[in-house]
């Protein structure tokens, strides 16, 4: 079964996009940019990393994902992120 991140700080959001995801893939939850790192670190195997933007705490989505980057084996991993933000800043 594959396995998908999925990291936001509203629990509504995280089991809406489980919802939206279906029975067939195994969805780990992390509730922040700390915790998603944390996640990320010990799951090697993850097809696929959902995540919020907007995030409290020490790192925002973006800053997460450069956290994530760093990681060896997530640095080809596809990364989607969401926003209710109108206007983002594009990340490089
Ligand atoms: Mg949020």
């Known amino acids: 079964m594959k396995k998908i991140l999925v990291i936001d700080d509203s629990s509504v959001t995280r089991r809406k996009v489980k919802t939206a995801l279906g029975e067939e893939f195994h969805v780990v939850e992390a509730v922040n940019g700390n915790d998603g790192i944390a996640k990320a670190k010990i799951k090697k195997d993850l097809s696929l990393i959902i995540s919020d933007h907007n995030m409290p705490g ?35």
């Open 58 to 92: 020490e790192f925002n989505g973006l800053q997460m994902v450069k956290e994530i980057r760093n990681i060896d084996h997530h640095k080809m991993t596809p990364i989607f992120m969401f926003s209710s933000e109108t206007a983002l800043v594009p990340y490089y």
